[in-house]
């Protein structure tokens, strides 16, 4: 375990460079407003982590969103004279936008024009406008008690963390997403307030994010009841989200609930495996007008079927063991009963065969040996009475031994002990090592 954390740690290690300054200056983000800005970077450094070698840079002015408040960051590329350098991600870090690449551009002074990734951000803002939504939805639905406890939002998908006492039923969590998607309906603006005073935007009902600090002036999104205190990235009209579908809703921790949800085209992906699920169980029961009705009749004759099965190989045992009890053969004064390789015979039904002679034998010497092939796979049951137990034999060192003869092995109970293995011609051959036991 010492060593395992060992290297957990060195693979979560990040070497980190010195930066390298290139121009003075402090860099300003300019993503609310615009995906492309002209730019330049203002410092580099190379960082190392799981053997792999990225350079975090600092550019002034910047359209790229760093991963913050549960949203993720952007990618996009910088390009110069035709050279393009991709940003695969934009962190924050104490309060500064870390793009990182790949690779360093040829010439780290020269300006750049600095492109967000267009579809996904937008797909990022839709769902970051999607939480807001739901959240709103919450309030209304289940009451004013529900307060978010954290969210992520992703390009394909979206979580959010909630204050609630109990599960959320399927009636509320429908009526919470038919509220939310309403107001997607209505295309609903986004209005915003970048620095408003935070008594001010208290006043209006904003709604802030559990355990988060605030400064005297906040940023206030809205769209129309959703009122918010948020600095991440938003849809211009909530008609782009499309469709806000809620996919799961679970508990994460005492009191806390958490949703998930997906917007746009990922809803109707979501919706079209849900149809084409649904359909490929209607054609299983032959387009069943009334398919619940037929499933729950279907339900209730398989168990009935179940019962029956259950009783008819009951009774199969029964009689088996019967039958297997009245040939058993004296071998220095134990009597030994064995099956091979008969159909039909499971490792359940050799366990319920051998629990019936353990009882009709509890008295005497008794040994009972099943060599069976479950798909083409020999297994060996060993049952010895409690005689044979008191007398120094062991079912599972038995076992042990003829498994040998199946190229498996196995374990038990010093009365009951069972092996698989992997050569079925060995079945005999294990059989006889198991009755030497008592030879």
């Known amino acids: 375990m010492t060593k395992q954390k060992e290297r957990a740690r060195n693979a979560a290690a990040i070497e980190t460079g010195d930066w390298v300054s290139i121009k003075p200056g402090e860099s300003q983000f300019v993503g609310y407003d615009t995906l492309e800005a002209d730019t330049e970077i203002l410092r580099y450094r190379k960082v190392k982590q799981k053997n792999e070698e990225l350079y975090q840079l600092v550019l002034n002015p910047t ?12 990618s996009g590329v910088i390009e110069c004279d035709g050279e393009v350098i991709k940003i695969i991600d934009t962190k924050k870090e104490n309060g500064l936008s870390i793009h990182i690449c790949k690779n360093l551009p040829k010439d780290v002074t020269a300006a750049f024009k600095a492109k967000v990734d267009p579809a996904r951000r937008q797909n990022i803002e839709n769902n970051h406008t999607a939480t807001h939504i739901i959240d709103y939805a919450l309030r209304e639905v289940l009451g004013t008690h529900v307060e978010q406890k954290g969210s992520l939002v992703t390009p394909d998908y979206l979580r959010f963390d909630f204050s609630h006492f109990q599960k959320v039923t399927d009636e509320e969590l429908r009526k919470a997403e038919q509220l939310a998607n309403k107001l997607v309906r209505q295309n609903i603006v986004l209005e915003e307030e970048r620095e408003m005073p935070i008594e001010e935007a ?4 904003a709604m802030a994010l559990f355990g988060e600090k605030y400064g005297e002036k906040v940023r206030v999104v809205k769209f129309g009841p959703s009122i918010e205190l948020c600095g ?8 782009s989200i499309g469709l806000i579908k809620i996919t799961a809703e679970a508990s994460v921790a005492a009191g806390v609930r958490r949703i998930e949800a997906v917007t746009g085209e990922k809803a109707e992906e979501f919706i079209d495996m849900q149809q084409d699920m649904l359909n490929g169980i209607r054609s299983l ?3 069943a007008p009334n398919l619940v009705a037929t499933i729950t009749k279907e339900v209730s ?13 009951q009774e199969k045992i029964a009689t088996m063991a019967d039958k297997i009890a009245n040939s058993a053969k004296d071998i220095n004064g134990t009597k030994v009963v064995t099956i091979s390789r008969i159909a039909d015979v499971s490792v359940e039904m050799a ?3 051998s629990s019936i002679l353990r009882a009709k034998f509890a008295d005497e010497k008794f040994m009972f040996v099943a060599g069976l092939i ?7 049951l060993i049952m010895i009475s409690k005689p044979l137990v008191d007398a120094g034999l062991n079912a599972t060192n038995i076992v042990k031994e003829a498994a040998k003869e199946i190229g498996g092995n196995g374990g038990g109970q010093p009365f009951l002990a069972t092996a698989g293995g992997s050569k079925v011609e060995g079945i005999d051959k294990a059989i006889e ?7």
């Open 351 to 353: 366990r319920g065969i």
């Open 63 to 74: 359209p790229f969103y760093g991963e913050m408040g549960g949203q993720c960051g952007d």
């Open 301 to 313: 004759e398989n168990a009935e079927l179940k019962k029956k099965v259950e009783a008819f190989t």
């Open 433 to 439: 090592v198991a009755i030497n036991a008592v030879r």
């Open 285 to 287: 029961f032959n387009n």
């Open 232 to 239: 991440g990235t938003h849809t211009k009209r909530t008609g």
């Open 202 to 205: 208290r006043k209006l009902g």
């Open 374 to 380: 479950n798909n083409n796979k020999p297994m060996l």
